[in-house]
C-alpha cells in the first residue's frame, strides 16, 4: 500500500526494518514464554539471551531474569542433595533438606533424601544397641564374628525386642558374606585365573566390598587384556582407518592403557581427521577433481559469486598443512591458478581501459579469453 501511494524509498525500508524488529520481539516473548513452561538452563539462557538481543523491554526482562534465578536455586538444590545422597552424610543430608524445602522444591524431590537420611538414623541405632559387640574392632574378622554371635545369644537369652535381634543378624550375615568374598578374592587372586577372577569380583560386589578391595583383581584382569589392546593399537595405527582408531582407542581405555601408549593413537587420529576435515572443504569447493577441469560456477555467473578466492587459497594451504597428498591437492590448485588468473586478466583489462591503448587492449582482450573471462568482462 505504501509503494502505491508513492512513498520514498528510505521510508519504506525503514518500516520493514521496524516491522521486522517488531516480528523479532514477538518471537523473543514468544520463545520466553515457552522456557518458563519448562525448559533446560541452557534454553532458558538462550531464550533470554534472544530477548535482550531482540530488545524487550527492561521490565520483561527482568520478569524472564528473575524465573530463572529461581530456576537455578531449583538446579543447585537438587545437585546438593545429589551429592548428600552419594556421600550418605547426614549432616550434609539434614542441610540439603533445609535448603531444598527453603527454595521450595517438591516433596517427591526430597524423598530420596529423607530415605537416606532415615537409612543412616537407623543405622546409628543398631550401631548403639550392639556397641559392646562392634566396639571390638579391634579383633580379626573371624573374632568379630564370633563376638556378634555371642551377642546375639545373649540378646535373645535376656529377651530384648525382636527387630533389635533380628537387626544384629543381618549385620551377622553382612559380616560372614564379605568375609567369604574377601577370602574367595585372596584365593584368585593367588592362582590368577580368569574365570576366578571374575567370579570373586562378581561375589565381592554382591557382598557390598569396597572398589579398593575389588581392585588388585581388576587389575589382574585388565593386565591379562593389556597385550591384545596393544596390538590392536598398533594395528589401527598401521592402518590409518578413522573407525578402527576410535575402536582401538576406546578398548585401550576401557583395559587400563596408559596415556602414553595411547598417545600415538590419539595422534594419529586427530591428523586423519584433520585430513578428512581438509577434503570435505576442498570438495564443497570444487568437488574431487575427477571430471575434467570445470569451474564450479557457471560460465555466466557474475565474478565473485560461488567461492571466493581467499576460500580457494585456505582451502589449498588446510589441505597442505593437514597432510593431503599432492595428488589431492591437484584439483583446487588447479582452481586456485586459473582464478588468479582471472584476477591477473582483469586486472590488465583495467589498465588498458584507463591507458587506452589499442595495443594494450588488443593482448589484455587476448589474455581474458584464454583466461575464461565473461563475455561481458
Not at 552419594?86 to 530420596?112: C, H, K, N, P, T
Not at 577372577?197 to 589382574?220: C, S
Request: charged share 35%; glycine share 8%.
Amino acid at each position: 500500500e505504501s509503494e502505491a501511494v508513492g512513498l520514498p524509498a528510505g521510508e519504506l525500508l525503514a518500516a520493514a526494518r521496524a516491522m521486522e524488529e517488531e516480528e523479532r520481539r514477538d518471537r523473543a516473548r514468544e520463545g520466553l514464554a515457552a522456557v518458563a513452561c519448562g525448559a533446560t538452563l541452557a534454553e532458558f539462557h538462550a531464550a533470554l539471551q534472544e530477548g535482550e538481543a531482540a530488545g524487550l523491554a527492561h521490565d520483561e526482562l527482568e520478569i524472564a531474569r528473575a524465573a530463572l534465578a529461581v530456576e537455578e536455586q531449583f538446579l543447585v538444590a537438587r545437585q546438593v542433595l545429589e551429592d548428600a545422597v552419594r556421600s550418605r552424610d547426614m549432616s550434609e543430608l539434614r542441610a540439603a533438606l533445609e535448603q531444598g524445602s527453603r527454595v521450595g522444591l517438591q516433596g517427591y524431590e526430597l524423598f530420596d533424601a529423607e530415605r537416606v537420611l532415615a537409612e543412616e538414623e537407623v543405622k546409628i541405632s543398631v550401631k548403639s544397641q550392639l556397641k559392646d559387640a562392634l566396639l571390638k574392632k579391634v579383633w580379626s574378622t573371624e573374632e568379630q564374628i564370633d563376638a556378634l554371635k555371642d551377642a546375639i545369644a545373649e540378646a535373645r537369652s535376656a529377651g530384648l525386642d525382636i527387630m533389635d535381634i533380628e537387626r544384629a543378624k543381618w549385620f551377622l550375615e553382612f559380616e560372614e558374606r564379605q568375609h567369604e568374598a574377601r577370602q574367595a578374592l585372596a584365593k584368585a587372586i593367588q592362582t590368577s585365573r580368569l574365570e576366578d577372577l571374575r567370579a570373586a569380583i562378581e561375589g565381592g560386589r554382591e557382598a557390598g566390598l569396597k572398589a579398593t578391595e575389588l581392585l588388585p583383581a581388576q587389575e589382574l584382569i585388565a593386565e591379562s587384556y593389556k597385550p591384545a589392546a596393544r596390538e590392536m593399537l598398533a594395528e589401527a595405527v598401521a592402518s590409518t582407518d578413522i573407525e578402527q582408531l576410535k575402536r582401538a582407542i576406546a578398548h585401550g581405555e576401557a583395559v587400563g592403557i596408559s596415556e602414553l601408549g595411547l598417545k600415538n593413537a590419539r595422534h594419529v587420529l586427530e591428523v586423519e581427521e584433520r585430513k578428512v576435515d581438509a577434503r570435505s572443504r576442498i570438495f564443497k569447493l570444487v568437488g574431487d577433481g575427477s571430471s575434467p577441469y570445470i569451474l564450479p560456477m557457471p560460465s555466466n555467473t557474475d565474478p565473485g559469486e560461488g567461492y571466493t578466492i581467499g576460500e580457494l587459497r585456505a582451502a589449498a594451504k588446510f589441505g597442505e598443512v593437514s597432510g593431503l597428498a599432492d595428488d589431492e591437492l591437484g584439483h583446487v590448485r588447479v582452481v586456485l591458478r586459473a582464478e588468479e588468473r582471472k584476477i591477473l586478466a582483469r586486472k590488465r583489462l583495467g589498465g588498458a581501459e584507463e591507458a587506452r591503448s589499442i595495443e594494450m587492449l588488443e593482448v589484455a582482450i587476448a589474455e581474458g579469453d584464454a583466461a575464461h573471462l565473461l563475455e561481458r568482462e
